[in-house]
Nanobody
Framework: QVQLVESGGGVVQAGESLRLSCTAS????????MGWFRQAPGKEREFVAA?????????????YYADSVKGRFTISRDNARNTAYLQMNSLKPEDTAIFYC??????????????????WGHGTRVTVSS
């Protein structure tokens, strides 16, 4: 089992930045794929970003982004701290949502599909005012 706890949400103005953190406990070493998803009021949950190993025999990571955040958000992880990050720059009011961290022990091919992740955090709220 893996437990995930997000932090770093808050209220900011358009154009500002936030960094979200997701700390894993339990069996963090078993995590192969991590993702960030968000759910805006009245909307369905959507994929934001994912990070996973590039291959089975490498420590390099590959990152993936939704088109709506590409160039503004950066996902990364610090394995020594069992923590993943989502650096969010140039925030827009349409980024307002609850952001969730997700993780799975497998190498998820369809990383944008939240149904494939076994572990989820409780979410952290991000509000961007205009």
């Amino acid at each position: 089992q893996v437990q995930l706890v997000e932090s770093g949400g808050g209220v900011v103005q358009a154009g500002e930045s936030l960094r979200l953190s997701c700390t894993a406990s339990g069996r963090p070493g078993s995590v192969a794929t991590m993702g960030w998803f968000r759910q805006a009021p009245g909307k369905e949950r959507e994929f934001v970003a994912a990070i996973r190993k590039t291959g089975a025999n490498t420590d390099e990571d590959s990152t993936y982004y939704a088109d709506s955040v590409k160039g503004r958000f950066t996902i990364s992880r610090d394995n020594a701290r069992n923590t993943a990050y989502l650096q969010m720059n140039s925030l827009k009011p349409e980024d307002t949502a609850i952001f969730y961290c997700a993780a799975d022990s497998s190498f998820i091919v369809n990383f944008f599909d939240g149904k494939l992740y076994d572990y989820w955090g409780h979410g952290t709220r991000v509000t961007v005012s205009s």
